[in-house]
């Protein structure tokens, strides 16, 4: 498995494993343990969630197996996200943001705690707040990896106007944004994000690779075109179409961490096996084009 050095003190695996809906896989602690430890053994080491899964439930699980199998969390590199919270309000839940300074440190000792872990490797805040400050939630984070709770910081879903200003006032420290990637989602294409993580050797981890599945209905007709585009190089290459979209996004430059969120093994496996698969160019294109939302001109 290639690792992705994102610092001197942080590398990640290129496939990485995602919890959030974990608490849909119905597996008891050992079950959970021993699935882990299947990721581990492929080489799939980093372990991505957050606070907001399942309001927190996510964290807890993940927890009980550090809890109940000590030795399991120095094989692991783990990421979390602070931000996103919700309030009741005559009746209902209502979501919002919150990146201030205070909430920021509580939530990560929070989520500490829910993670049985003395530390993170990877802090995110979230999602891009219309009312962050960049200052104060920077503030935040700095502090956080000045008492070690985490090693290293970054950020999620943010357009390249707020990595900028966040990156400003951490003193270029965000090490990584988590993005939407996928052959029907080209948004930080279009908003130039990509050009700024590739001219800045920043590196990404890209959630939803497979559009949450939706890539594979049959009555979406965009997904239609980029699926038949994809199974026909698969075929080519003698693999999963699955495969083919994990090695399509891992060919950039930007050098790109896929997470995989499924519970099955051999889901993983399959994004494994596209560290082998060579591309041709033109066939990266083939698949950037494919689904009609973007030109080449």
Not at 231 to 254: F, L, Q, S
């Amino acid at each position: 498995m290639t690792k992705i050095k994102l610092t001197d003190n942080l590398s990640l695996s290129q496939i990485i494993r995602g919890f959030w809906r974990l608490d849909t896989w119905e597996l008891s602690t050992d079950e959970l343990i021993d699935n882990m430890k299947s990721s581990i053994d492929l080489g799939v080491t980093s372990f991505d969630t957050a606070e907001i899964y399942a309001d927190t439930l996510c964290e807890s699980q993940i927890g009980e197996a550090f809890a109940k199998d000590p030795a399991l969390r120095g094989k692991v590199e783990l990421i979390s996200k602070t931000g996103i919270y919700k309030q009741e309000i005559n009746g209902e839940s209502f979501g919002y943001y919150n990146t201030t300074y205070d909430r920021i440190v509580r939530s990560c000792k929070e989520s500490l705690q829910r993670l049985h872990t003395d530390y993170l490797d990877l802090y995110l805040i979230h999602r891009e707040d219309p009312l962050l400050d960049p200052w104060e939630a920077g503030r935040a984070m700095l502090d956080l990896k000045k008492e070690g709770l985490i090693k290293e910081i970054g950020v999620s879903n943010f357009d390249p106007f707020k990595f900028d200003a966040m990156n400003k006032a951490v003193d270029g420290a965000l090490v990584t944004n988590q993005i939407e990637w996928n052959p029907v989602c080209f948004e930080h294409f279009n908003s130039g994000m990509m050009d700024y993580l590739t001219v800045n050797k920043i590196h990404p981890m890209i959630w939803s690779p497979l559009a949450g599945g939706r890539l594979f209905q049959e009555d979406d007709l965009q997904c239609k075109k980029a699926m038949d585009k994809i199974k026909e190089i698969a075929e080519r290459h003698n693999c999963e179409p699955d495969t083919i979209v994990y090695a399509w996004i891992m060919y950039h430059p930007v050098q790109a961490m896929p997470i995989v969120g499924s519970r099955k093994v051999e889901r993983i496996e399959s994004a494994v096996k596209a560290m082998d698969v060579k591309l041709e160019h033109y066939e990266w294109y083939e698949i950037y084009a494919a689904s009609g939302q973007q030109q080449i001109r």
